[in-house]
């Protein structure tokens, strides 16, 4: 998968794009990152991207010419189409499924906003927007990175196990059983014994209860929506009483 990032802090990326399992997807030409710096698509001498807002008030607007501009000159780096997404707090919220939809892409070009914000015409030419959660941060790369993150774990070959992407929080609509590894016991709190015992089923199911109650406790919200069986809703049910009880 190529992704291709706007922004004028190109150099924001280097450390955590580069390390871990990001940066090995990189090595291995599973993900190719393109980095563009807004301020080569200005015609200024001091390259601005930025200007006051229309209407008055706080802080600076990033103008539309450099970003436009940008957006079509990356388009056109490649013959086929790639969808562009912008970085905004106003955009649709990004979660493991919209992961796995822009995952299953050849390209994606994402564009990082600064300042206060973007000016309104430069949305018409993009295809989707993107918020990382309902909380603003300085500016778009953050969001990037994340989203960059999550869809390249998500890509064939990218995780050493296959299936671990298939088994961990979201996958199912549920957040992930509770992990552990050795020592069996740690200040005095040991292991479930159902883990030591190489039976793969119970394990399975005990993941499996362990999973639906723990998301039931912490997540209700999910438990709304996720695959259940009538006795997984019920055991989900007892969780929430037991929590609503303490
Ligand atoms: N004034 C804007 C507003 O209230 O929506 C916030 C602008 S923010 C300071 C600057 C840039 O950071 C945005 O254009 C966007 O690219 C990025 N940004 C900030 N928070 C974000 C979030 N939660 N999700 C995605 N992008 C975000």
Redesign the pocket.
């Known amino acids: 998968m190529i992704v291709d990032v706007i922004t004028i802090f190109p150099e924001m990326f280097s450390g955590p794009m580069s390390t871990s399992i990001v940066g090995s997807a990189r090595e291995r030409g599973l993900l190719e990152l393109r980095l563009h710096d807004l301020r080569d698509h200005t015609s200024d001498r001091h390259r601005t991207t930025d200007d006051y807002p229309y209407g008055g008030g706080p802080g600076m607007v990033m103008k539309p010419e450099p970003l436009v501009d940008a957006i079509r000159a990356v388009r056109d780096l490649e013959p086929d189409e790639a969808p562009v997404a912008v970085?905004?707090?106003?955009?649709r919220t990004f979660d493991q499924e919209f992961a796995r939809s822009l995952g299953s892409l050849d390209r994606l070009i994402l564009v990082?906003?600064?300042?206060?914000?973007?000016d309104e015409r430069v949305f018409a030419h993009a295809d989707m927007t993107?918020?990382?959660?309902d909380?603003?941060?300085?500016?778009?790369e953050l969001?990037a990175m994340v989203v960059i993150d999550a869809v390249a774990r998500l890509l064939p070959g990218v995780l050493g196990d296959e299936a671990s992407s298939e088994d961990e929080s979201f996958s199912e609509g549920l957040l992930e059983y509770p992990q552990y590894t050795r020592p069996a016991i740690y200040d005095g709190i040991s292991v479930p014994d159902v883990l030591l015992s190489g039976n793969h089923a119970a394990i399975a199911a005990y993941r499996r209860e362990e999973a639906i109650r723990k998301t039931a406790r912490v997540r209700p919200d999910l438990i709304e929506s996720a695959r259940l069986t009538d006795d997984e809703r019920r055991l989900a049910c007892d969780a929430r009483k037991e929590i609503d009880r303490d």
């Open positions: 970085l905004t707090p106003s955009g990082c906003g600064r300042y206060e914000g973007i993107i918020s990382i959660g909380y603003v941060l300085t500016g778009g969001p």
